[in-house]
């Protein structure tokens, strides 16, 4: 017997009700015989495509995981577009959850794709998990606290304080004025890098370095002549901050136009894929950014049995294009998405998925996840590296710069002035 569900015009009507949502959604019917689906929220358009790019290639790495299923259950995963777009990535995790009843969602993407995806998933009583986001903006920017966390929504990733350590470390090899300007947009990422009590400001001054802010910016600007002129006036040598391709871009060629030479320029999420790079040229060599993910890092697939270096090769070999961080990401998500499903008691039931997120102990490509060991609730811990491109010839490469953690990963090659 099938359960009649609301749509979503009227779930949206009546908010209050979504409270009784998750005793409601926990019902399902004929499950022997179906398969468990899955949800994955990704921007495969827009700005934010970037993260969405190896989607296609790590899914087909999963075929015949996902085949053999959990519990002699397939699992069927459903691909939603966010367009780059919040409102979009709302809209479509509801669709998931209301109208293919997914027993999980996932989603990668930086703030705007992760928080309201989990916003309806947590409201609905849905497990989720999440990557590519500072636990930061996913916990405080949705109202919550590193003790009180969530009940149903989880996140393997970094923090700003990593992101921070991978930026200090990089530049510390260097002789600078520590002066640093402040490249942030009014978005929920560079909110949470410009936060004055956890994000850069506090502890670029923590470490002698000035940080010279000149407010943020309207996302999508295409004028930075008062940040270039603020920059120009204090005499940074150091210039970071987290920006899109397309704004980056502008930037960088507004920089150069006005005479703006820093000695580092280390600038995340734009610069995580070459294909920035080899949109700027020759102008891009020796831009810095951070490194998620690479394929020296030391870890195995606990579900298909890949180390980083393989994954790597394989996306190479099928797309004839160099690795991207973001591969590495994705195969995380879609490991820990298996090994939960696969270690559920019922991969149907909301509650015992959520048990099975919260007992994981599970190696991925990026590393091991485990929630109960994690000080910040509902966030398994991943590190994070400090990386430089480097162009040789017509193509770039990027080199790891620095480490400031534990893993037993050597720099490659240490930073170098622009």
């Known amino acids: 017997m099938s359960i009649s569900r609301p749509d979503r015009r009227q779930f949206l009507q009546v908010a209050s009700a979504t409270l009784a949502a998750p005793a409601f959604l926990r019902i399902r019917s004929a499950r022997a015989a179906s398969p468990i689906r899955i949800g994955l929220v990704s921007p495969k358009t ?30 069927e995963l459903i691909v939603k577009d966010s367009q780059s777009s919040a409102a979009r990535a709302a809209d479509v995790a509801s669709e998931l959850i209301l109208r293919d009843e997914v027993s999980l969602i996932l989603s990668a993407g930086g703030p705007d794709t992760v928080n309201p995806v989990a916003d309806q998933a947590e409201v609905n009583g849905i497990p989720s998990i999440s990557t590519a986001c500072p636990w930061q903006p996913f916990m405080l920017g949705r109202g919550s606290t590193p003790e009180k966390g969530f ?65 943020r910016y309207t996302p999508m600007a295409e004028d930075f002549s008062a940040q270039i002129s603020a920059f120009q006036s204090a005499g940074v040598d150091i210039v970071m901050g987290t920006m899109v391709p397309p704004e980056f871009l502008t930037f960088w060629a507004q920089a150069a136009q006005k005479g703006l030479k820093p000695k580092i320029a280390t600038i995340g999420k734009c610069l995580l894929l070459p294909a920035t790079l080899d ?25 298909t049995g890949q180390t980083a270096a393989e994954i790597a090769s394989a996306w190479t070999a099928a797309t004839g294009r160099p690795w ?30 959520i048990a099975a997120i919260r007992a994981t102990n599970t190696q991925t490509t990026l590393g091991t996840a485990n929630w109960a060991a994690s000080p910040i609730a509902n966030v398994a811990r991943a590190g994070v590296m400090g990386g430089q491109w480097h162009r040789d010839g017509q193509s770039y490469g990027i080199e790891i710069a620095a480490n400031p953690t534990d893993l037993p990963i050597p720099v490659t090659q240490p930073l170098q002035p622009l």
């Open 279 to 303: 949109a700027l040229g020759t102008s891009g060599d020796r831009l810095s950014t951070e490194l998620a993910w690479h394929p020296a890092y030391p870890f195995t697939s606990a579900t």
């Open 151 to 215: 009940e149903s929504t989880f996140l393997f990733g970094f923090g700003l304080e990593d992101l921070i350590a991978a930026y200090l470390k990089l530049w510390s090899g260097l002789e600078t004025n520590r002066k640093v300007g402040l490249l942030l947009p009014n978005d929920a990422d560079g909110n949470a890098w410009g936060d004055a009590a956890f994000g850069f400001p506090p502890a670029l001054k923590a470490a002698g370095y000035e940080a010279v802010d000149p407010g």
């Open 324 to 353: 991207v961080q973001t591969v590495g990401l994705k195969h995380a998500l879609l490991d820990l998405a298996v090994d939960v499903l696969k270690r559920a008691e019922d991969a149907g039931d909301p509650e015992a998925v």
């Open 46 to 75: 827009g700005p934010l495509a970037f993260f969405g790019e190896p989607d296609d290639f790590v899914i087909s790495q999963f075929q015949s995981v996902f085949a053999a299923g959990a519990g002699g259950r397939p699992i």
